[in-house]
């Protein structure tokens, strides 16, 4: 063959991918079909084995939980098999961070011989959904997940979409892969254990999306922000439910559902939260520092007039009466040059967006624009503005 000439294929295709959010109550009573049935929605009436994990946060207010998915699978047994029982491991970012317990997870759907068709039931918050579902997104090139998130910032963010995440030296969801689910299930009864911080974490993601996709829902948002600060359940129903919509719309319809361009609107907020978070160890937690995040960048945007002032106080007093906290010392930390710690944290997001740095700003209520570059004194005179809202 002559090497003076090339020949070059285009490959191009196109793959469809489809999954059910559902939104009930008390799914694991044997009674309720609801699991069963969205295991077997394929319609192949056989009996499928399932591997169940369960967040040890959960069961710290729901002991009988392994004993509880046992019954159900009991009580479903001609269409389900547990593959061994059911397995608790750590919840928070200590199960993202741990190496090797991850590859014990992938050993453990070895040893059980789960099939490419086989089904990882994960039960428990946004970390543990995040960890064991990329564990199972690499064997077999993935096995079948059903998420059951158990955290309100799960059941309206993370466990609604189709990426899973690992932390590696010290950075934040620095190893992951997109792996659609086989399905989400939000059951909303795992909301009245969760403590106060959990609960609030969750709302902090749904203005995330409110400030820069639906201003009906930022309205809502701010109209309802004592109630959701007082734990009202079916207003914190209401706010998930259209939280995950938004979610779930942005992913079917921006045109990069598996993010190979810079844009990431949904990160509105993220690039300080992220940093925010490691830089605390984890004890700040991430809907806590999304919560700053948004407070920062919109002060930010104000200050670029993106946005109108009584709009970003409108952003504030609504995260303040929902029962977010908006200051951390973290955020004044700085290197031995006197440079902001946190600005570090502008460079993480860039490598984690590939190419220029691309962060998402509120261009009013409701709508969205991107800047490549911050400049590192105004985001420091944000972070003094936020800190004199004290």
């Not at 469809?16 to 009930?24: I, L, Q």
């Not at 009674?31 to 929605?41: P, V």
């Not at 059903?146 to 955290?151: A, H, K, L, Y």
């Not at 409110?210 to 109209?223: G, N, Y």
Request: charged content about 25%.
């Amino acid at each position: 063959m002559s090497t003076k000439t090339t020949k070059t294929i285009q490959q191009s295709f196109a793959a469809p991918f489809d999954y059910p959010v559902t939104f009930s109550r008390d799914v694991l009573a044997p009674a309720n079909d609801l699991l069963a049935e969205t295991i077997d929605r394929l319609g192949e009436k056989q009996r499928h084995r399932v591997s169940v994990f369960i967040d040890a946060g959960v069961t710290k207010t729901h002991k009988d939980l392994p004993k509880k998915v046992e019954l159900y699978f009991k009580a479903h047994a001609k269409s389900l098999e547990l593959a061994a029982a059911p397995r608790v491991v750590p919840g928070g970012e200590d199960v993202k961070g741990d190496g090797m317990l991850l590859l014990g997870v992938m050993n453990s759907f070895v040893a059980q011989r789960l099939s490419r068709h086989g089904f990882v039931l994960i039960i428990g918050g946004g970390a543990v959904l995040d960890a064991i579902g990329f564990a199972a997104s690499l064997i077999h090139r993935g096995l079948r997940v059903i998420r059951m998130p158990t955290t309100a910032l799960a059941q309206c963010d993370s466990g609604v979409g189709v990426k899973t995440s690992i932390n590696w030296d010290g950075k934040k969801n620095i190893a992951g892969t997109f792996a659609p689910p086989f399905a989400v299930l939000n059951d909303f009864d795992w909301l009245d254990s969760l403590p106060d911080a959990e609960w609030s974490a969750g709302i902090a993601e749904a203005f995330k999306v409110a400030i820069i996709k639906d201003a009906e829902f930022f309205t809502f948002l701010c109209d309802h922000a004592a109630r959701l600060k007082s734990r009202d359940r079916a207003v914190l129903e209401q706010t998930i439910v259209r939280c995950a919509e938004l979610h779930l719309e942005h992913i079917r319809t921006s045109g990069d559902p598996f993010e190979y361009g810079s844009a990431r609107p949904l990160d509105f907020g993220h690039w300080a939260a992220h940093k925010l978070e490691a830089m605390s160890k984890y004890r700040i937690g991430h809907g806590q520092a999304v919560a700053v995040g948004i407070a920062l960048d919109s002060i930010y945007a104000a200050k670029q007039k993106w946005i109108a002032t009584a709009e970003l106080d409108r952003i504030l007093t609504g995260l303040r009466a929902a029962g977010l906290t908006l200051w951390y010392p973290e955020l004044e930390n700085t290197d031995k040059k006197g440079v902001l710690d946190l600005l570090a944290g502008l460079q993480d997001f860039q490598e984690h967006l590939g190419g220029e740095l691309c962060v998402t700003f509120p261009r009013g209520i409701g709508q969205k624009m991107e800047a490549n570059q911050l400049d590192a004194a105004e985001v420091r005179k944000a972070i003094q503005k936020l800190k004199s809202e004290i």
